[in-house]
T-cell receptor, first 111, second 114 residues
């Protein structure tokens, strides 16, 4: 089955700096890669996703890149703000199948 | 995005009792819903996949007789934790699948078993 690894487990940046979180997956058939943001005690919120037919997707300060050959994808947050502080999860799935999550990255943005 | 609700948000029960958690898709129909368990500071662990009108598919190591799942309609799935014990205390989150891949999560239920 699919195995998703996520790094780093914790990340601390200064406000205004960029943050990068990386994930690798094992099943080459995976074709959908979402990123979720979870604040303490709350539900995971979908912030961006990418499908295997594109290599990069951007939404304001958030971007995701996908390298299918290497089986890794990354989340990039630019101009970080304190409200970006949360736990971020990557995931991978094959269409119509269940989703496997990475272990999570706790991002702290220091003002 | 699609809205998923979950009820109750918190529940405290005595050991040995059963607890039912409801997951509803409010503005769309979901043929497939998922149930996850999350321990503090850990990731989301898939427990089972709930399919409307058929039996749930459980992940390895999840006891189907302990975690009963019923997906009776296209907008409602329920998880019943039977004979709950303190080790069942956790954050339970459901999600509903929209289209072929995207999942939206409910707000979660924090279960505490005394």
């Amino acid at each position: 089955g699919e195995n998703v690894e996520q790094h780093p487990s914790t990340l601390s940046v200064q406000e205004g700096d960029s943050a990068v979180i990386k994930c690798t997956y094992s099943d080459s058939a995976s074709n959908y890669f979402p990123w979720y943001k979870q604040e303490l005690g709350k539900r995971p919120q979908l912030i961006i996703d990418i499908r295997s037919n594109v290599g990069e997707k951007k939404d304001q300060r958030i971007a995701v890149t996908l390298n299918k050959t290497a089986k890794h994808f990354s989340l990039h947050i630019t101009e970080t703000q304190p409200e970006d502080s949360a736990v971020y999860f990557c995931a991978a799935s094959i269409q119509n199948n269940d989703m496997r999550f990475g272990a999570g990255t706790r991002l702290t943005v220091k003002p | 995005g699609a809205v998923v609700s979950q009820h109750p948000s918190r529940v405290i029960c005595k050991s040995g009792t059963s607890v039912k958690i409801e997951c509803r898709s409010l503005d769309f129909q979901a043929t497939t819903m998922f149930w996850y368990r999350q321990f503090p500071k850990q990731s989301l662990m898939l427990m089972a996949t709930s399919n409307e009108g058929s039996k749930a598919t459980y992940e390895q190591g999840v006891e189907k007789d302990k975690f009963l799942i019923n997906h009776a309609s296209l907008t409602l799935s329920t998880l019943t934790v039977t004979s709950a014990h303190p080790e069942d205390s956790s954050f339970y989150i459901c999600s509903a699948r929209v289209r072929a891949d995207t999942q939206y999560f409910g707000p979660g239920t924090r279960l505490t078993v005394l």
